[in-house]
């Protein structure tokens, strides 16, 4: 029997509101610094899509930035799907995580379940969290939903009950859908997955399904395959290049605990194998994913066991509860997307459940034979050609309209139907996708006005625009407004728009008509970051200080307008602006960060060094090594004081070789 019912969870978790950063973020935040460089150990027939499809700006989607590290107990929605064998349950108001996956006959936990929720700048829009397993579309990166309330909705297959997730992607301007179920007496979920491009041109696809489970000695995570790709981490190049498997230089990385700097390893499975991966222990038992033969890629992510790696898993948890992430994509690595043509899906089906297998076999010496042994055993729950018959035979009910939705998701699906003149009892991506008239809101009011009536409300220029968009068809309809309802709101979403699309003279000269429609923050902000890009400093703090002196003392502006000046070397103007700052503003941690750049720069090393130590940078960036980099700094500074001398390569390579910065500030990912 299976069933799906609705309850909730509660865990210690820092808080996080909704509420998105109301300044939009013009270019991505990076964890990879694109293009990526392809090795010469790559054959072209793999490299052939790495970079396309990636490098892609945030807008129109704004960060969620908005969370702390104070922890209390909360509560959190979930979905539970459950038979003889398996209990799943989905943190439904989180991207749909699949938090937790209970085998029953055993009372065994297949996945890493993080005991708290504690939001960290990871992900495309910065927060994220770890644990579970994390369903990432659109585009290389944890996805813009991954904090955000997805559709859910409820329908049946013959006597199973479905759980189906789907939303609408607003950079690829596409949907996507997974069904979840538990047939009857079945020991392994099944997740079936569709990306769908209703455009009459080709678009970037990308998925990753990313499995966190334990990190502890003696796990070894198996994979069909010899080779691997990596990346190189060295300072003058980020480049993808090859790797042995099991072994590389030496050291038996399908060992987690090996590896001694956060790393990423894509098994390279060849054409015609059947693609799983797997987590076992010590006993050869735990987690297997497998799934039909479109989803053909598989990874290994390590956060390392040196201090930075150490230091990440209990930023992102507690002490003593470390993880490490196994993965499936489209793609054979995460620096590429997969074109999908014109009107067109990729469909696929996952399996996860208890893998036992002979643990003498999985651990030995013998990589093949420890790799036969899983699928011997995986092919006893399904076989290959089964998974690819039950794609088949289930794509009858991914296409039946669902009976109830149950969580309603964004209103963009709905606005997007509404533009291309379709009404709620109108086919549009599918039938079994529905995006409600009901699911609209105040983000998407201002663009129904201008999709209905011709024109971009007017609102007043203290308040926060409503929500952005990139898409050039809602570019023609603002400017194909009349002059007189043509106002500073409008002027500046068709600024941003033009910049995103690359036409950056053509931004400056809308963001210009902007302001001179009405004197707003968002406008100048705008024109400030666009010529520091230009390296026109001096412009861009101009218009930077109009922002700021409209802006009433908006604390992410006074993040940004701080981390400008520093950039820029324009430590006493900053100590200016620090001066007029509250209290409250002053006690955020990037403005912290300045206000330790400034002593610094006036030779005060100890009290940078103090305030330094004293910081819990709680939006730190993954692979951000600002506050290493400054102690250093601050060190060699002391040593040179010391010395009677100037800073010289010397010094800093002494400080770095033998001074060890504080565990509180060390996130070092690679040393």
Not at 307 to 331: D, H, M
Not at 500 to 514: P, V
């Amino acid at each position: 029997m299976s069933e799906i019912r609705f309850e909730e969870i509660k865990m210690s978790a820092g808080g996080f509101e909704r509420e998105c950063n109301p300044l939009p973020r013009l270019e991505q935040l990076k964890s990879v610094p694109w293009p990526v460089e392809v090795g010469p150990d790559m054959p072209q027939q793999d490299a052939k899509y790495i970079n396309y499809g990636c490098g892609t700006p945030l807008l129109p989607y704004l960060l969620q930035d908005n969370y702390n590290r104070d922890r209390k107990t909360r509560s959190f929605k979930t979905a539970v799907l459950e038979n003889e064998f398996l209990k799943a349950v989905f943190l439904t108001e989180l991207g749909g995580r699949l938090w937790s996956l209970i085998y029953k006959p055993l009372n065994r936990e297949l996945l890493y379940v993080n005991p708290v929720f504690q939001p960290t700048n990871v992900a495309y829009r910065n927060a994220w969290f770890s644990g579970g397993v994390e369903w990432n579309m659109g585009i290389p990166a944890h996805n813009p939903f991954t904090c955000d309330k997805p559709f859910f909705a409820l329908l049946k297959d013959g006597d199973t009950p479905v759980l189906r997730m789907y939303e609408w992607d607003r950079i690829r301007n596409a949907p996507f859908q997974v069904d979840f179920y538990l047939p009857p007496n079945s020991p392994l979920l099944y997740v079936r997955t569709r990306l769908i491009n209703p455009h009459k041109r080709e678009i970037p696809a990308y998925w990753f399904s990313n499995i966190a489970v334990p990190e502890s000695p003696g796990h070894r995570v198996l994979a069909p395959a010899s080779k691997a790709y990596t990346f190189d981490y060295s300072e003058s190049r980020f480049a993808v290049k090859a790797a042995n498997i099991p072994e590389e230089k030496g050291i038996d990385v399908t060992y987690p605990t090996n590896i001694y700097t956060a790393n990423d390893f894509f098994f390279r499975i060849e054409d015609g194998e059947r693609p799983w991966i797997t987590s076992l222990d010590n006993e050869g038992c735990g987690l297997i994913q497998a799934s039909t033969r479109e989803l053909k890629g598989r990874k290994l992510f390590v956060w390392g066991m040196n201090a930075g790696g150490r230091k990440w898993q209990e930023f992102l948890s507690v002490p003593g509860a470390p993880y490490i992430e196994i993965q499936a994509g489209l793609g054979r690595t995460q620096v590429e997307c997969i074109p999908l043509p014109a009107k067109s899906e990729y469909e696929w089906l996952e399996v996860y459940g208890y893998l036992q297998a002979d643990s003498g076999t999985v651990h030995g010496s013998d990589w093949q034979k420890a790799c036969d042994e899983v699928e011997t055993r995986l092919n006893r729950f399904a076989t290959i050609d089964q998974l690819e018959q039950e794609l088949k035979r289930s794509r009858e009910t991914a296409e039946t309209k669902p009976d109830e939705i149950i969580q309603r998701g964004s209103g963009w699906g709905a606005l997007e139907r509404r533009l291309n003149g379709l009404s709620e009892t109108q086919n549009f991506v599918s039938k079994g996708i529905i995006f409600p008239d009901s699911s609209m809101n105040r983000e998407q009011e201002d663009w129904l006005s201008l999709l209905e009536n011709g024109f971009f409300p007017d609102n007043p220029p203290v308040s926060r625009p409503k929500s952005y968009m990139t898409d050039n068809r809602w570019l023609k309809l603002l400017e194909k407004m009349p002059p007189q309802y043509t106002g500073w709101e409008a002027n500046y979403h068709c600024g941003l728009m033009h910049y995103t699309a690359g036409e950056i003279e053509t931004a400056l000269d809308y963001l210009d008509k902007s302001i001179k429609s009405a004197k707003n923050l968002w406008a100048y902000r705008a024109l400030a970051l666009i010529y520091l890009k230009k390296n026109m400093s001096e412009k861009a703090l101009e218009f930077m200080d109009m922002a700021w002196g409209l802006s009433q003392g908006m604390p992410e502006l006074a993040d940004e307008y701080c981390r400008m000046l520093c950039s820029l070397e324009q430590f006493d103007r900053c100590e200016d602006i620090l001066k007029q700052m509250n209290q409250d503003l002053l006690s955020r941690p990037r403005v912290q960060i300045a206000r330790i750049q400034t002593c610094f720069e006036k030779k005060d090393y100890d009290t940078a060094e103090d305030l330094l130590n004293k910081i819990v940078l709680a939006d730190i960036r993954e692979c951000e090594t600002t506050l290493t980099d400054t102690w250093f700094s601050i060190k060699a500074a002391q040593e040179a004081q010391k010395r009677k001398c100037s800073v010289n390569q010397e010094i800093v390579e002494h400080v770095r070789q033998h001074l060890k910065p504080p565990a509180n500030i060390d996130f070092r990912m690679h040393e």
